[in-house]
């Protein structure tokens, strides 16, 4: 089973991947972007690469091809690719979300945008256009920790085809326009 495990940058992906690994295969999409050079150049506003989203494709598919047990393919990209058997989209109340990007040391203007494109649930909507199984689960109060144990409780229930037992996780319980646009 190929889950891709996305969201606004802050939401706790490449934390919850770190203590998954022991469990699953993870595939780091920013690192194969870069490590690959699987992009077009440099976006100079942002200060990030292009993704080549054709050739990051083609890679990805190259590295699952053999694979017979889970993978988690992680990046707030991963939604955008094929073959992917589920979709989970980490979520993050954007006032707590803001606080991760500043201690990071995004500029305020990235910030502000990353705290719009969450309240405005932008992955989450590309997620739904693009797959039918989308769940999403909150990392505001928990910690990476308990993120962890959720993802992975998730995952054993899209291997056992538990659906039921994932309706909680549907999309769309998350209403934060008004902390961003009031
Ligand atoms: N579930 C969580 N609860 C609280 N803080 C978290 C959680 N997950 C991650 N963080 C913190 O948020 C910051 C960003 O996490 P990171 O995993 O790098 O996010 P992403 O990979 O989605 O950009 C890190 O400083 C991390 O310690
Ligand atoms: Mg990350």
Known sequence: MIIALTGTPGTGKTSVCALLRQ???????????????????????????????????????????????TVIIEGHLSHLLTGIDAVIVLRTRPGVLAQRLENRGYQPKKVQEN????ALDVILVEAVEWHEKVYEAETTTTTSKDAAREICSMIQRLESGELDDLGGYLPGRFDWSEEVFG
């Open 23 to 69: 469990q699953y295969r993870i595939i780091d999409l920013n690192a194969l972007i870069k490590e690959d050079g699987l992009h077009t150049g440099e976006d100079e506003q942002r200060g990030s690469l292009v993704a080549d989203m054709d050739a990051l494709q083609a890679r990805v598919d190259e590295l699952v091809k053999d694979m017979t047990a």
């Open 115 to 118: 705290m719009e494109a969450e």
